[in-house]
């Protein structure tokens, strides 16, 4: 059977895991002779109402290195749970999950879409100010990139999967981040969080800002650029926005940011013009040592959440002067507002 180099290895990983940690197949993703499981790896605290830290790629199937990227840290963690007693206590007290591959048919197939045609990112019922033409999500035919899927059909099966199982992961949990991990937009990796429907600044804006601030202390010489997603494009059906408004719109006073990794592949490109011309080109870091230096180069990423999602009180307050305060420095600088 046909089956994915990045689903061997999270099956081959799984089989190592022992009692550090749990899998679990979320849905399979089928088109004609393929078919292929959507795995949810999750690590740490069973207790719903855990801090909680995701790490999602493979949405865009094209886009095949979030998914790699995806398993390589899943990988490094699985490993660290074994014998990091640091990260086992850390594990104690919060629940880290991964779901690599959630298009995996779009892997396969070298698409941007699922099996359908739809594109998962434009596929949640939601609707954007002033999207951009065909690109910000369209309901006209599914031959096209960026199709939404039918008005009023339900979610795709990968996108409700993926959805439902947020949700679940959230609910009761008083502080959580997801990285959806994605590539094939500009020179350099960006940080994106919410809304990708509205240029207008979202709620949370204050939290966001703080994270940049702790992570621009802790790390000086990082290379992210953390920023609103509508600063760049705003879109129908963002699958965050979903999240993020549902879950704000039934929970009080419980936290949840959730960001994109935006990897700069036009910087792969620059570097080798001539990958343009193959399918995976323009999405990917296709030279062997370009390749591996993107496996490894959000590892310290993912520490810094880790350890952000630990230790809040470094980021997360609610004393209305320095929510404020928080706010008009996140508006001077995203929003140009003095
Ligand atoms: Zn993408």
């Given amino acids: 059977m046909t089956t994915l180099p990045e689903i061997q290895q999270i099956e081959k990983k799984i089989e190592a895991l022992g009692s550090t940690g749990r899998a679990e197949v979320l849905a399979y993703s089928e088109h004609e002779d393929l078919r292929f499981p959507i795995y949810k790896v999750s690590f740490g605290s ?4 855990a801090p909680v830290l995701g790490f999602v790629g493979g949405v865009h199937g094209l886009e095949r290195i979030g998914a790699q990227v995806c398993v390589a840290l899943m990988n490094s963690l699985a490993e660290l749970a074994q014998w990091d007693v640091t990260l086992q206590q850390t594990l104690q007290n919060i629940r880290i999950f991964f779901i690599p591959t959630v298009n995996p048919v779009g892997i396969q197939r070298k698409t941007r879409c699922n099996p359908n045609g739809v594109d998962l990112m434009r596929n949640a019922p939601v609707e954007a100010d002033n999207p951009q033409f065909l690109l910000g999500g369209h309901r006209f035919s599914n031959k096209l990139p960026w199709y939404r899927g039918k008005l009023g059909a339900p979610m795709q099966l990968e996108a409700q999967a993926l959805v439902d199982t947020v949700q679940k992961e959230i609910a009761q949990s008083p502080l959580a981040i997801t990285l959806d991990l994605h590539s094939g937009f500009g020179l350099q990796d960006r940080l994106w969080f919410p809304y990708a429907k509205t240029v207008k600044p979202y709620p949370d804006l204050h939290l966001c800002y703080a994270l940049k601030e702790l992570l621009d202390r802790t790390y000086p010489h990082h290379f992210y650029r953390v920023e609103p997603q509508a600063q760049n494009y705003t879109t129908h059906g963002d699958l965050w926005d979903y999240l993020y408004d549902n879950h704000s719109g039934r929970t009080q ?4 940011v959730p960001l994109c990794l935006e990897m700069g592949s036009w910087l792969w490109v620059k570097k080798n013009p001539w990958q343009i011309f193959s399918a995976e080109g323009p999405f990917n870091p296709l030279k062997g040592h370009r390749h591996k230096r993107t496996l490894r180069r959000h590892n310290t990423l993912m520490e810094f959440l880790i350890r ?7 980021w997360v307050g609610n004393e209305p ?7 008009q420095k996140a508006k001077e600088l995203w929003y140009g507002e003095r």
């Fill in 321 to 327: 002067h320095k929510v404020q305060q928080l706010e």
């Fill in 308 to 314: 952000a999602l630990s230790s809040p009180q470094a």
């Fill in 253 to 256: 006073g419980q936290i949840y």
């Fill in 46 to 49: 069973q207790d719903p109402q």
